[in-house]
């Protein structure tokens, strides 16, 4: 067994070190994200890392190209909001404007489409294999949450508010896709991750108003 495959028994279910440690890693990144913590992206990085080896050693490639999607928004958020915290300054976060609003609706609509195209042609997603008319839904809910969590992690590196509707948007159907597939253990993450980006929309949300109250020139969106 390499070390890519190494676990260990619960509940007798197989449980891989590198899915384990890679999906407290992606916890940890909302709670970090919260607190506007440069380590979010540090944190978020290892965790794509670690997740991107699971899935490879599980045969799962659609899963795999979307972790090492976000290891390259990792390495783009961590440099925008270093950018933005230069000099000691607090991260500022803002709502989007209407131009970025429009553009990344447009991109999730547009991207789940091509997205889903060529999940379903390259067997690149595990609904490919579900006969029709199923399998057809189940890629183009496989594209929507590699597309949405794509848009989701860009927002968050420009410290979008949206960025929290973006990804319960995501979790809408992520949760009850992975608990009607029969992967309660993935299901029961995505529920954890939608409370946790719930809590983490308000708190943002009442910082900005905060600023634009105290500062509104800081408050602005550029």
């Known amino acids: 067994m390499s070390w890519a495959d190494a676990g260990f028994e619960m509940f007798g279910a ?19 994200a919260m607190r506007k913590s440069l380590w979010t992206w540090p944190v978020q990085f290892t965790g794509a890392v670690l997740l991107f080896i699971a899935s490879l050693s599980v045969h799962i490639t659609g899963n795999a190209l979307k972790q090492a999607l976000f290891g390259v928004l990792a390495i783009y958020g961590w440099w925008a909001w270093r950018r933005g915290t230069q000099g000691g300054a607090r991260l500022a976060v803002r709502p989007a404007t209407f131009r970025e609003r429009t553009g990344y609706i447009a991109a999730m609509l547009l991207g789940t489409a091509l997205v889903g195209v060529l999940f379903y042609a390259a067997d690149l997603s595990w609904g490919a294999k579900v006969p029709l008319p199923k399998g057809a839904f189940l890629v183009a809910a496989d594209a929507y949450i590699f597309v949405g969590s794509a848009v989701a992690t860009w927002a968050q590196g420009r410290a979008l508010v949206d960025f929290w509707i973006i990804w319960v948007a995501v979790d809408l159907v992520g949760v009850p896709l992975a608990f009607s597939s029969g992967l309660v253990v993935s299901g029961a993450v995505y529920g954890v991750f939608f409370l946790l980006v719930v809590i983490g929309f308000v708190k943002w949300l009442k910082e900005y108003r905060t600023t634009r109250e105290t500062s509104p020139q800081l408050a602005v969106a550029s």
């Open 14 to 32: 197989f449980v891989r070190w590198t899915d384990l440690i890679g999906n407290l890693a992606a916890l940890s990144t909302v709670l970090l």
